[in-house]
């Protein structure tokens, strides 16, 4: 067991468990391994802690598409390895670019959140994207609908169309006099 587990290390721990003699041996346990590495790279693993809060992001309600993501990719930081190796690097990045795609997807809220959820982005660039786009469009909605709205209002101070009573500028005249 301790072979496989060995077999499966990294270059950057192997190089430690190399210099050390009595972990290199069959008959070291597994456990015994683990803790000497973990010692050994414990400010250099990433803590569950951080795994949870980027699983567990949720945009804020007037937080945008483009802040949101800043916010995931913050988080997503904490979750990676710090190796010098730069193989290992690029294959810690890319896996750790599917685990913030998914977080950004599942942490969107409201239409923008349905609409990117349905499209399924593969990248992180295509989810930011369809977010922007669509909260764009959602903006424009309500921007629009808000227009409506006032337009056909009416005031119960002076009973025109238009504006509503706390900006009634027959209201303000009267307190003013
Ligand atoms: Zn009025």
Excluded at 110 to 115: A, F, K, L, P, T
Aim: net charge neutral; hydrophobic share 35%.
């Amino acid at each position: 067991m301790a072979l496989i587990a060995k077999s499966k290390l990294q270059s950057l721990a192997l190089q430690y468990l190399n210099g050390k003699e009595k972990l290199l041996k069959d008959s070291c346990p597994y456990g015994v391994i683990k803790k000497a590495l973990f010692d050994r790279f414990s400010d250099k693993l990433p803590d569950q802690y951080h795994y949870t809060q980027l699983q567990d992001a949720v945009q804020s309600k007037n937080e945008s598409a483009e802040v949101f993501e800043d916010h995931c990719r913050k988080l997503c930081l904490e979750t990676v390895w710090r190796v010098d190796d730069e193989a290992i690097h690029v294959i810690l990045n890319e896996e750790a670019e599917h685990r913030l795609v998914a977080a950004y997807i599942n942490g969107l809220r409201g239409v923008v959140g349905h609409q990117v959820k349905f499209r399924m982005p593969a990248t992180m660039d295509e989810a930011v994207r369809l977010a922007v786009t669509i909260e764009n469009a959602e903006q424009q909605k309500t921007a629009e609908k808000q227009v409506f709205t006032t337009a056909e209002v009416i005031c119960y101070q002076c009973n025109q169309k238009g504006h509503i009573t706390r900006n009634c500028r027959a209201r303000s005249l009267q307190n003013q006099g």
